[in-house]
């Protein structure tokens, strides 16, 4: 004999006016209140998971996206740390998160600045030291 599946149970406390509406939209697609309230929230959480878990990019982003694994960027440390700066902020603002974005490109900003700065320093080093090579 098969044993039953599972089951749980969802209680909630709603109101009065909630309860006639979704008791009505039940009756119009005849269906118990039960089924229709359960079918409900399984779209919902369906939807739900669904935008939490899926990312959609526009035609402009998905070539950005293709472009930058098809050529890949320079192996210099500045250009790498300027395209990792880049590729933080796109993320951000794919997220819509306005803060986050802002706070990326202004770290972006400063590595790129410490990148620039060391490369000076490697330069003039190497000038001294080629300055006073016999």
């Known amino acids: 004999m098969p044993s039953a599946a599972p089951t749980a ?5 709603i109101s009065t006016e909630l309860h006639a509406m979704l008791k009505r939209a039940a009756e119009i697609q005849g269906r118990s209140l039960t089924d229709f309230v359960v079918s409900a929230v399984q779209e919902a959480a369906q939807r739900a998971i669904e935008q939490g ?4 990019l526009s035609l402009a982003d998905s070539e950005r996206f293709a472009q930058s694994l098809l050529s890949p960027p320079d192996p210099s440390p500045a250009a790498l740390l300027e395209r990792i700066a880049r590729l933080d902020a796109d993320l951000a603002l794919v997220t819509r998160d306005r803060d986050a974005a802002i ?5 972006a900003e400063r590595r790129r600045r410490n990148a620039t700065a060391t490369a000076e320093r ?4 190497l000038a001294r030291i080629a300055g006073s090579a016999p």
């Open 53 to 56: 878990e899926v990312v959609r």
């Open 9 to 13: 149970r969802l209680e909630a406390r």
């Open 122 to 125: 490697r330069r003039r080093k």
């Open 103 to 107: 706070a990326v490109a202004a770290d």
